[in-house]
């Protein structure tokens, strides 16, 4: 069973930065893709950005480029998530999840984290 577990959230003001974590078990990411996604109140979840398995191509939401960068711990076991320049419209709660690939489709994703609040404001 692949479980996936964040951290990192927190308060930080507009402008500032932080890096989550997601810590992947069960699995390695030779095999598994994982993607960030965030949900604000009220609102839709949404796709951030995507690291392949293997050869780790990475993808991002139009909103985040340029501020976010994915990339993968040595251990194989670990996805990060640098967010600079925050703003308070990515104030959200950030879910890692585990698929085959980076589908567009939420619904491919297999595995899902229980997610950590970030929340830009001054």
Not at 4 to 27: D, N, W
Not at 77 to 83: A, S, W
Not at 94 to 118: F, I, K, N, R
């Amino acid at each position: 069973q692949v479980q996936l577990v964040e951290s990192g959230g927190g308060l930080v003001q507009p402008g500032g930065s932080l890096r989550l974590s997601c810590a992947v078990s069960g699995s390695t990411l030779d095999y598994h893709a994982v993607g960030w996604f965030r949900q604000a109140p009220g609102k839709a979840r949404e796709g951030v950005s995507c690291i392949s398995a293997s050869v780790g191509s990475t993808y991002y939401a139009d909103s985040v480029k340029g501020r976010f960068t994915i990339s993968r711990g040595n251990d194989k076991n670990t996805v990060y998530l640098q967010m600079n320049s925050l703003k308070p419209e990515d104030t959200a709660v950030y879910h890692c999840a585990a698929a085959w690939g980076c589908p567009d489709s939420l619904a491919e994703y297999d595995y899902w984290g229980q997610g950590t609040q970030v929340t830009v404001s001054s």
